[in-house]
Nanobody, 113 residues
C-alpha cells in the first residue's frame, strides 16, 4: 500500500529526500507522515501533513525538514536538509484513514558526523 524510499548515508549538513508512494489516491487519507525509530526506542513522529495541507513537525526538525505532498503522484515527501547525526534512524511513512493506519516499510537514514 505504501512504498517508502530515499534513505541512505549522508554526511552531517547534507540533504536527503524521502518518498512515500501510495498504491492508490492519497486523497483518501486524512493524514500522512513520517516516524523515526532508533534502536531501543519507540517510533517518534517527525512530521505529518493533512489532506488539506496543514503540517506539523517534531521540534528538533523545525526549519530543517519539510513535508509536502503531490496528489497527482500519490506521493508524500520528506525533504531533509542540514541533517544531523541525531536524525539517524529508520524512517517509516504512515497514512491514516478513519479506522485504520497503514505503514510503509522503513527506509534507513544514516547521518555521519
Amino acid at each position: 500500500q505504501l512504498q517508502a524510499s530515499g534513505g541512505g548515508l549522508v554526511q552531517a549538513g547534507g540533504s536527503l529526500r524521502l518518498s512515500c508512494a501510495a498504491s492508490g489516491s492519497i486523497i483518501s487519507f486524512n493524514t500522512m507522515g513520517w516516524y523515526r525509530q532508533t534502536p531501543g526506542k519507540q517510533r517518534k513522529l517527525v512530521a505529518g501533513i493533512t489532506r488539506g495541507g496543514s503540517t506539523n513537525y517534531e521540534d528538533s526538525v523545525k526549519g530543517r525538514i519539510t513535508i509536502f505532498r503531490d496528489n497527482a503522484k500519490n506521493t508524500v515527501y520528506l525533504q531533509m536538509n542540514s541533517l544531523k547525526p541525531e536524525d539517524t534512524g529508520v524512517y517509516y511513512c504512515y497514512a491514516d484513514q478513519p479506522v485504520r493506519r497503514y505503514w510503509g516499510q522503513g527506509t534507513l537514514v544514516t547521518v555521519s558526523s
